[in-house]
């Protein structure tokens, strides 16, 4: 699915913002239709963590520089995260 993706940082950057951001959509959705999960937090971080299985992926494709564009989105993510507790 991502062979044909050329190896820069700013395509795993988007990949790394996307793919994090339409799962934590679909959980901030249910985490606020089903009222026991409302404060599992966990499955936020799962979200985020999906970039992890990326990088691995990306590695072993030798494409070293998507996998980094991935790792800097995943800071931000984290970064996001540690604010949202913050100002919970």
Known sequence: ???NLK???FTG???GLAVPGVLVG???YIMHQVSYLAKADLLLICCIGVNALLLKYF???QQENTGRG???ATFLWALAFFI???RQ
């Open 13 to 15: 950057f988007w990949i």
């Open 26 to 28: 679909i959980t901030w």
């Open 70 to 72: 991935i790792l800097s």
């Open 84 to 86: 949202y507790k913050v």
């Open 1 to 3: 699915m991502f062979k």
């Open 59 to 61: 590695f072993k494709q």
């Open 7 to 9: 190896d820069t940082v």
